[in-house]
């Protein structure tokens, strides 16, 4: 009986490895405007007992939603995990207003757990998942289905993804500004967020000053190279991807490499499409240069 038990739990264990996860969930649409639909959600989301952090257009457009929220067991999961993962804290919802219909989805909590926890992932593994089928619930109950979509990944490849050889992975962030303190990094890169340097606009901010650490949403405004150019190349419809983030740990402030962080979130990316976006990751990397300097 010992070595059915010992087989099975490895068995068990190959096989979760290569199971197909992805990275967003379509959650249905509605004849509805996007700001009803948006009420809608908010009220099921704080029955709840989520927190909304913010909202925004994305690409200032108003036709493109994004909601962001968490909870306390979220946050407090989050920064268990000391390599950026308070990153994962901030969950998505995207609504897009096409032809009188109002389309939702949600970017799939599990699928950044993995990307974000990695190996470590193992440690509340269970708790993680009874996190992600919670947040699916909301939108069962409120009669939706939810249909996964957005490219297939094994989870064995996702905890250590990348596009290809070569290229940045979770661990190569992008090294943004070094400060004297938490302290000044805060004060830095809230004032510049709200003088807009950039061109961009603070969606939202997560802030843990006991840990010193400080998670900003940042929407990219700038019409020639921001999320209006390159959405429009890769695909709107992983609009529950946006906004992109800066993370302020201690005095150190990063953000996660665009090579890495768009292609996590458009697996399915041709290298012919990919190539039409060289330029993205650079200047996402000048937009967070500026709110950090």
């Known amino acids: 009986m010992k070595r059915f038990i010992i087989a099975l739990t490895v068995f068990m264990t190959i096989t979760s490895s290569v199971m197909a996860i992805f990275p967003f969930y379509k959650i249905g649409e509605k004849n509805e405007a996007i700001t009803i639909v948006e009420n809608e959600i908010n009220e099921a989301l704080k029955s709840a007992n989520y927190e909304i952090l913010g909202s925004y257009n994305v690409a200032n457009n108003k036709d493109f939603q994004v909601i962001v929220f968490t909870n306390t067991n979220l946050k407090k999961l989050a920064l268990s995990y000391s390599n950026r993962g308070a990153l994962a804290a901030a969950q998505k919802i995207a609504l897009i207003y096409k032809d009188g219909k109002t389309s939702i989805s949600l970017l799939n909590p599990k699928y950044m757990f993995h990307a974000y926890f990695q190996k470590e992932f193992e440690k509340n593994g269970s708790i993680l998942i009874d996190e992600t089928n919670a947040i699916k619930s909301i939108f069962t109950e409120l009669g939706y289905s939810l249909s996964p979509f957005g ?15 070569g290229m940045p992975d979770f661990n190569d962030p992008v090294k943004l500004n070094t400060y004297a303190s938490f302290e000044e990094g805060l004060k830095t890169i809230r004032a510049n967020l709200e003088a807009k340097k950039g061109n961009t606009v603070k969606v939202y901010e997560l802030i843990s000053e006991d840990k010193n650490i400080a998670v900003f949403g940042v929407g990219l405004l700038d019409v020639e190279e921001g999320e209006k150019h390159f959405l429009s190349i890769i695909g709107e419809d992983h609009l529950a991807a946006m906004p992109y983030e800066i993370i302020l740990q201690d005095n150190e402030a990063t953000m996660l490499h665009g090579r890495f962080r768009i292609a996590l979130f458009w697996p399915e990316l041709s290298m012919s499409t990919f190539t039409k976006i060289m330029s993205t990751p650079g200047k996402v990397e000048e937009f967070m240069e500026a709110i950090s300097k």
């Open 151 to 165: 490219g297939e990944v094994s989870i064995k490849d996702l905890r250590n993804y990348k596009y290809m050889i």
